[in-house]
């Protein structure tokens, strides 16, 4: 018998929603009047601490968009904001405090008080 060599194959990079985000995304959705939406994250450059989060509805996914699915929403990253979210979860929080989606970042080395903003 011969050996075959096999090369793992690296994990799909990947943000999570939580049920709670997953929840509010799908009535936000249902409230527009765009038919099939999904939720898109974003990384850009600016805020005080280097880079912000950018979260909108969008109506066109790109070729080489990474999509995940959690409760029948869909998760929409480009690739390169995927190098700085790679890990993150967005979940959705309201309290007494506010109400607002939260990013929790692995990758974050330093945040402003806002919560926005990463470097």
Same mark, same amino acid.
């Given at each position: 018998?011969? $050996?075959?060599?096999? %090369?793992? *194959? $690296?994990?799909a990079?990947?943000? %999570?929603?939580?049920?709670?985000?997953?929840a509010?995304?799908? #009535?936000?959705?249902?409230?527009?009047?765009?038919?099939?939406?999904?939720? *898109?994250? !974003?990384? *850009?450059?600016? !805020?005080?601490?280097?880079? &912000?989060?950018?979260?909108?509805?969008? &109506?066109?996914?790109d070729d080489? #968009?990474?999509? +995940?699915? =959690?409760?029948?929403?869909?998760?929409?990253? #480009?690739?390169?904001?995927?190098?700085?979210?790679?890990?993150?979860?967005? #979940?959705?929080?309201?309290?007494?405090? !506010? $109400? !607002? =989606?939260?990013? +929790? +970042?692995? +990758?974050?080395?330093? $945040?402003?008080?806002?919560?926005?903003?990463? &470097?």
């Amino acid at each position: 018998m011969q $050996a075959i060599s096999i %090369t793992p *194959r $690296a994990a799909a990079p990947k943000v %999570t929603l939580t049920s709670a985000a997953a929840a509010k995304v799908a #009535d936000l959705i249902a409230r527009e009047d765009e038919g099939i939406m999904a939720l *898109r994250l !974003g990384v *850009r450059p600016g !805020g005080c601490s280097g880079f &912000s989060y950018e979260l909108e509805l969008d &109506s066109k996914i790109d070729d080489a #968009d990474i999509v +995940n699915t =959690f409760d029948g929403v869909k998760l929409v990253v #480009d690739p390169q904001s995927m190098e700085k979210v790679n890990g993150a979860e967005i #979940d959705y929080r309201d309290t007494l405090q !506010g $109400a !607002g =989606f939260h990013i +929790n +970042n692995p +990758n974050v080395e330093r $945040a402003c008080g806002c919560g926005n903003s990463f &470097s």
